[in-house]
């Protein structure tokens, strides 16, 4: 069994900035592409960043030059710095990883409990 904890999230002033983190657990041998996604309320869940097992990141348009996604795979640890934060950032952040299990070597996608992040101008 694997699971993923985020943490950090909380209440931010417009520019301001937070990090967040996420830590998988349990059976984990592996873990290839992790993410962030964020959904806001009444809106789809949107992918905010992600970074591969060797390191190249993607990111949203909307948070370009304004967001980090780093790992720790030592630590099987994501993580996400946002500065220059806008309201419109307010939503749940889930932390995303497909993690193959040590025991069956099945790689799936797991999913955090999420974390709120608000933002006021």
């Known amino acids: 069994q694997v699971q993923l904890a985020e943490s950090g999230g909380g209440l931010a002033q417009a520019g301001g900035t937070l990090r967040l983190s996420c830590a998988a657990s349990?059976?984990?041998?592996?873990?290839?592409?992790m993410a962030w996604y964020r959904q806001a309320p009444g809106s789809p869940r949107e992918r905010v960043a992600s970074?591969?097992?060797?390191?190249?990141?993607t990111y949203a348009d909307s948070v370009k030059g304004r967001f980090t996604v780093a790992r720790d795979d030592a630590k099987y640890m994501s993580f996400l710095h946002m500065n220059a934060l806008k309201p419109e950032d307010t939503a749940v952040y889930y932390c995303?990883?497909?993690?193959?299990?040590?025991?069956?070597?099945?790689?799936?996608?797991?999913w955090g409990q999420g974390t709120q992040v608000t933002v006021t101008s």
């Open positions: 995303n990883a497909y993690v193959s299990d040590y025991h069956t070597h099945y790689e799936l996608p797991y």
């Open positions: 970074i591969a097992h060797d390191g190249t990141t």
């Open positions: 349990g059976s984990v041998f592996n873990i290839n592409t």
